[in-house]
């Protein structure tokens, strides 16, 4: 597996659902940017559960830094921060190891690591490990401070008002998916390093690491085919690089405008429903049915908006200090 990303500032992720604990070490962040414990509550409990909708496991999600931070302050080496995983029902995963659930990685993760993968709470693949990247991003936002990321939830089942929607859905025993819409403010211009380091390289490959993301989109994203260029074209209006409209999402030829970052995440249902379905037997080969038993989200595009906040700061991080070393900014 490969588990770290990032050319200078360098993020690595460990640890499985229910093992031990989830661990993320954040490597090549400058010395002296402040950072205190309590910098992470707001954005450790928006990734918690607790929402009607979510996941009754709850975990205390308490960061344990280990090191990379002495007095309040980024030392520049290595930052290892350390979340325990406490609430764990792993009995519930005995009954279905053989039977891989639809559209989870079992059935993968079984065929590549040979049998040898954590298939409790879904492993390394499970959702639970996206509470080390929430951290990450908690520092990396520090970093590129004034720039500004907030996601959203724009829309559950296509509906803006979903509150219902879901619970009628939790109540069918079913998921169901979403949209998030995430939006970068304060952004300076020339961000990005083409062309296979372009912006929405980098952020599209954060995003889509994210368990459960399907697509994205930037600025006028897939109505742009529908659209003729003198619809399409942002209009310049200042010699800062503002523009008119927005439909390309705030990046031209892989680099920041100026403008807004812009851009859209489809979340899928969750995989895991509370009904029979089909599979096979992994030891047989035969078809068997398998009801999963556990505690999921029936709606993880809500818990999703702050790693999508996380991943886009961690690559803006990235992309700031490339350009830092180029003497750019």
């Known amino acids: 597996m490969t588990n770290t990303f990032g050319s200078i500032f360098r993020v690595t992720i460990t640890g499985e659902s229910h093992g031990k604990s989830i661990a993320v070490v954040i490597d090549g962040c400058p010395a002296g940017i402040p950072v205190d414990k309590e910098d992470f509550v707001n954005d450790l409990n928006r990734r918690k559960p607790g929402k009607a909708g979510t996941t009754k496991r709850v975990e205390d999600d308490y960061p344990f830094i280990e090191s990379g931070i002495f007095n309040g302050y980024t030392t ?19 009954d279905i190891k053989d039977y891989p659930r639809p559209s989870h ?91 296979f380091y372009s912006v929405e390289s980098v952020i599209s490959h954060l995003v889509f690491s994210i368990p459960g993301v399907k697509g994205i989109e930037f600025g006028a994203g897939f109505r742009c085919a529908e659209m003729k260029g003198s619809e399409f074209n942002d209009i310049l209006i200042d010699s800062e690089g503002k523009t008119l409209t927005n439909n390309a999402g705030g990046i031209n030829g892989g680099i920041t405008n100026g403008n807004d970052i812009v851009f859209r995440v489809a979340v899928r249902p ?40 996380a991943m886009t700061a961690i690559a803006l991080a990235d992309l700031k200090l490339l350009s830092l070393k180029d003497n750019l900014f």
């Open 105 to 195: 990685a079992d059935f993968v993760a079984y065929r590549k690591y040979k049998g040898f993968n954590d298939y409790r709470g879904g492993g390394h693949f499970s959702g639970r490990v996206t509470v080390g990247i929430v951290a990450a991003g908690v520092i990396a936002k520090k970093l590129i401070n004034p720039i500004k990321v907030e996601a959203k939830v724009k829309s559950i089942g296509g509906k803006k008002d979903y509150a219902d929607l879901i619970a009628e859905v939790a109540k069918e025993g079913d998921s169901i998916g979403g949209i998030v819409e995430c939006i970068c403010s304060n952004v300076p211009v020339g961000l990005g390093e083409p062309f």
């Open 76 to 94: 520049g080496a290595p930052i290892l921060i350390r979340f325990e995983n406490r609430d764990v029902k792993s009995k519930h995963y005995d």
């Open 270 to 309: 969750t995989a895991t429903i509370f009904k029979p379905q089909e599979t096979i037997d992994l030891k047989t080969g035969e078809k068997a049915t398998v009801f999963p038993k556990g505690r999921h989200d029936t709606c993880i595009a809500l818990r999703v908006p702050v790693i999508v906040e």
